[in-house]
């Protein structure tokens, strides 16, 4: 830290990792640093000099764990289907998947599948209102707890997460949720704000909100996408969250 308390920037450079073995009585590192520049940026009125680092203590003889494979074991039962108790028909596409996985990652599913609904009994669920590869998605989440990746998001990846933003809603699978509320303002502009907002809006989605309407009211912005047809439907369908981007373009007027 400099003389003022804060992270140096001046001297500040990677050093990479130094290991001192037990029993060398050699514990310091002259190469780390020349004195004169220790004494004229680091130390301080009172003589003090304060370092920030990271210190690892290595076991003798350590025997490492692997990484944890439940994503893939879990993503394999998905594929294969064994033990499989329920299936679901969505577009004509069946998917055969296990109660227990989906009522332990979702509170809908276990309200349908072990509670008092039709559902509970019933071996094959017909699904409305959704595609299959909005379901597949859903569904590999469930089991791995992986986002998908570019290459599965199709020729609309922007549609497609918002079709799966949907479904986490739908589902209350709320880590799902802020994984497609984030995807989407990673992609923000001008041409995809008003889809992005109106999904915030649909599916309670604040933070996605909060930012898509900071990046709608800058003048250059919204002077591109005021007279679009977007946001003439966005004026239609949800009103008060104009009535947001009129208060927060007023105030940004104010600021200036």
């Given at each position: ?14 050093i ?22 220790l004494?004229k ?9 304060t370092f920030?680092c ?17 994503r ?7 594929n294969?289907?064994?033990g ?8 004509g596409e069946?998917?055969?998947a296990?109660?227990a996985?989906l ?15 039709a559902e ?6 017909t ?42 809603d ?11 509320a ?9 041409e ?5 907002l ?33 946001f003439?439907n ?11 981007v009129?208060?927060r373009i ?6 200036d």
């Amino acid at each position: 830290m400099d003389k003022a308390g804060e992270p140096s920037l001046n001297l500040a450079r990677r050093i990479g990792v130094h290991v001192f073995h037990a029993g060398n009585r050699k514990l310091g590192w002259p190469q780390f640093l020349r004195q004169a520049d220790l004494a004229k940026v680091y130390l301080n009125d009172e003589g003090h000099i304060t370092f920030v680092c990271t210190v690892m203590v290595l076991r003798r003889n350590p025997i490492p764990a692997p990484c944890s494979d439940i994503r893939e074991h879990l993503g394999s039962l998905l594929n294969r289907g064994d033990g499989s108790d329920v299936s679901f028909v969505v577009a004509g596409e069946t998917f055969r998947a296990h109660r227990a996985v989906l009522a332990a990652r979702s509170p809908v599913f276990r309200v349908e599948l072990h509670g008092s609904m039709a559902e509970a009994a019933t071996p094959s669920i017909t699904q409305q209102d959704i595609t299959p590869a909005t379901f597949r998605a859903m569904l590999r989440f469930m089991y791995t707890d992986a986002f998908p990746g570019d290459d599965e998001l199709g020729e609309s990846p922007s549609e497609t997460v918002q079709h799966l933003l949907a479904a986490a809603d739908r589902y209350a699978l709320e880590r799902l949720k802020l994984m497609c509320a984030q995807k989407l303002w990673e992609n923000v502009s001008a041409e995809t704000v008003v889809d992005a907002l109106a999904c915030a809006d649909m599916y309670s989605c604040p933070e996605l909100k909060d930012g898509c309407i900071g990046f709608l009211v800058e003048e250059k912005i919204f002077r591109k996408v005021v007279l679009t047809e977007g946001f003439l439907n966005l004026w239609q369908k949800f009103p008060s969250t104009i009535a947001e981007v009129r208060e927060r373009i007023v105030g940004h007027d104010d600021d200036d």
